[in-house]
């Protein structure tokens, strides 16, 4: 089974508007992390944001939260008011484990399009 | 964060041929990772490259395919070895940063004809 489903391979929004990339998981582990990365055709691999499974609070960083739904098994990333260079892939990770002493998981990715 | 370097950053090869991939980091790290990233795929990892002992490799990789030193706290390298055309893929180097995330270089994007 996977342990990272993004089913969205493609996503399309509007320049301003706020756009949410899914990501539901799969641990039977009670420590994990969840990792959110961008990466655009040059091909690296930016770092956005982290949630751990005992976060109180969802996670933010500028204009990307995560939407971590815990019962649900969800990590769902929020870009408020997109750009044209928010266009790229993003992957969602985890990571089992205490004290992140495990290798992440990778999901398959979803391509997002920021149109003008 | 941790800034990571590698080179070369891209690379045309024949088939039969080898490369070696360098990674460099701006801090000592205990561990090293090793991803590969296929056309239009997610991230498969390698191996993880620990200094002073031989790298751990992950299952449908073997360390006669992807040799991998680790000589210091900061430096890397992973060999292609006897390339063929499935070896076209970029090739990630990272480092857990002391903040928990996985930090990664730039890429290595390869193309064997």
């Known amino acids: 089974a996977q342990k990272i489903t993004q089913t969205q391979p493609g996503m399309f929004v509007q320049e301003k508007e706020a756009v949410t990339l899914d990501c539901t998981y799969d641990t039977s582990d009670p420590s994990y992390g969840l990792f959110w990365y961008k990466q655009p055709s040059s091909g690296e691999m930016i770092f956005l944001i982290y949630q751990g499974s005992y976060d109180q609070q969802n996670a933010t960083e500028g204009r990307y939260s995560l939407n971590f739904q815990k019962a649900r098994k969800s990590a769902n990333l929020v870009i408020s008011a997109s750009q044209l260079g928010d266009s790229a892939m993003y992957f969602c990770a985890m990571r089992e484990g205490p004290g992140g002493s495990y290798i992440p998981t990778f999901g398959r990715g979803t391509s997002l399009i920021v149109h003008p | 964060s941790a800034v990571i370097s590698q080179k070369p950053s891209r690379d045309i090869c024949q088939r039969g041929t080898s490369l070696t991939i360098q990674c460099q980091v701006d801090?000592?790290?205990?561990?090293m990772f090793w991803y590969r990233q296929q056309p239009g795929q997610s991230l498969t990892l390698i191996a993880t490259a620990n200094q002073g002992s031989e790298a751990t490799y992950e299952s449908g990789f073997v360390i006669d395919k992807f040799p991998i030193s680790r000589p210091n706290l900061t430096f890397s390298t992973l060999t292609v070895s006897n390339m063929s055309p499935e070896d076209s893929s970029i090739y990630l180097c990272?480092?857990?940063?002391?903040?928990?995330?996985?930090?990664f270089g730039p890429g290595t994007r390869l193309l064997v004809l």
């Open positions: 801090s000592q790290v205990t561990m």
């Open positions: 990272s480092v857990e940063g002391e903040d928990n995330p996985q930090y």
